[in-house]
């Protein structure tokens, strides 16, 4: 089992719509979990962070973590087409030097008008 | 601030040839990793420096694969002898040693290499 799983998709909504995206995780001792989007052709880019359990929102995405069930999600409200990307989640033991995030699939997610 | 520059963009070269792809971090950064990115497999850490010193190797797949920061600016990541297998696009991050959170890493633009 990989210590990060996520469902690749790909996921196809309508403008407007409501996306929700996963992650389990294996590794307990994971406290930093992230989002990144990748746009094609590009690197990933920082979306999001949270630490431990909780929500975290910005603007259109809420970022969830639940600890107890190593389950993060991703929702985006009112979808936009620029919204179109791939969102690799990713999560790290600890914020210090000697450790590196370890990142999921990805999903990729179309957004149409 | 230019980023993570990585070079060349597109690789394409035949099976058995050295490969070598470049990085350059941004500065003031102190940590360098390489991934690398394919659809069966997803974005897979290789290997990852820190003050210039490999941390962590354990992603690099083969002794075909080979990994160098000699100095805060520059990085390199070699295979040698290539195989079609390698194809995939390799990315180059950096980030502060401290305040990971809130910046995460930066990447760069990524490699994409084909081997035939």
């Known amino acids: 089992q990989k210590e990060v799983e996520q469902d690749p998709g790909p996921l196809s909504v309508p403008e407007g719509a409501i996306v929700s995206l996963n992650c389990t995780y294996s590794n307990s001792a994971f406290q930093y979990f992230m989002w990144y989007r990748q746009y094609s052709r590009k690197g990933p880019e920082l979306l999001m962070y949270t630490y431990s359990s909780g929500n975290k929102e910005d603007g259109r995405f809420t970022a969830q973590v639940d600890k107890s069930s190593k389950y993060i999600s991703l929702f985006i409200r009112d979808s936009q087409p620029s919204d179109s990307a791939t969102y690799l989640c990713?999560?790290?033991?600890?914020?210090?030097?000697?450790?590196?995030?370890?990142f999921g699939k990805g999903t990729t997610l179309s957004v149409s008008s | 601030d230019a980023g993570v520059i990585q070079s060349p963009r597109h690789e394409v070269t035949e099976m058995g040839q050295e490969v070598t792809l470049r990085c350059k971090p941004i500065?003031?950064?102190?940590?360098l990793f390489w991934y690398r990115q394919t659809m069966m497999r997803g974005l897979e850490l290789l290997i990852y420096f820190n003050n210039n010193v490999p941390i962590d190797d354990s992603g690099m797949p083969e002794d075909r694969f080979s990994a160098k920061m000699p100095n805060a600016s520059f990085s390199t990541l070699k295979i040698q002898p290539s195989e079609p297998r390698d194809s995939a696009v390799y990315f180059c991050?950096?980030?502060?040693?401290?305040?990971?959170?809130?910046?995460?890493?930066?990447f760069g633009s990524g490699t994409r290499l084909t081997v035939v």
């Open positions: 500065s003031g950064h102190n940590s």
């Open positions: 990713a999560m790290i033991s600890a914020n210090q030097a000697g450790t590196a995030l370890i």
């Open positions: 991050a950096s980030s502060p040693t401290t305040s990971l959170l809130g910046r995460g890493y930066t």
